[in-house]
């Protein structure tokens, strides 16, 4: 597990409907500080943070898939780049929502800020903004390399001709 030594606690918090006060309890984690260390510590480990379900090379639901495909289009490197998969431990998958208040999964992080989810992240490739965000993060595979590989992967093809 993540982190044995998660507790849940429930709080009762007030709605208003209407003129009349009604209580409904509403679920409220309260993550431990060690949870939040172990998830301050992941969301460090790299330039690039994504929680997901399921792993890069087999993501277990579409908005995990979609998100990882936006990340490869973009061109991030793997060396700066970790995956932490929330369905190996239902205590990361439920503190990683309070520790953003960001109530879906994925949710990427770049430099240690939550970004968003995949409708974020999917707007913001749309606008250029994740590229922006992933070059000045210095995240991205470095145009000489991918030049190299262009360049080695057309003379194996004229080779082969």
Known sequence: MFLSKFKLQRTISPLIRSSNLLFRPQPRLFMSTEIRKAIEDAVASAPVVLF????????KCGFSKATIQLLGQQGVD???FA???VLEDPELREAIKEFTEW????????ENEFVGGCDVITSM???GEL???????????PEEVEEKESDSKQEATQTKE
């Open 125 to 127: 490739a749309r606008s």
């Open 78 to 80: 793997p060396a700066k």
């Open 83 to 85: 995956a932490y998969n």
């Open 103 to 110: 109530p879906t999964i994925p949710q990427l992080f770049v």
């Open 52 to 59: 997901m379900k399921g792993t890069p090379e087999f993501p």
């Open 131 to 141: 590229a922006e965000l992933l070059d000045e993060a210095r995240a991205l595979v």
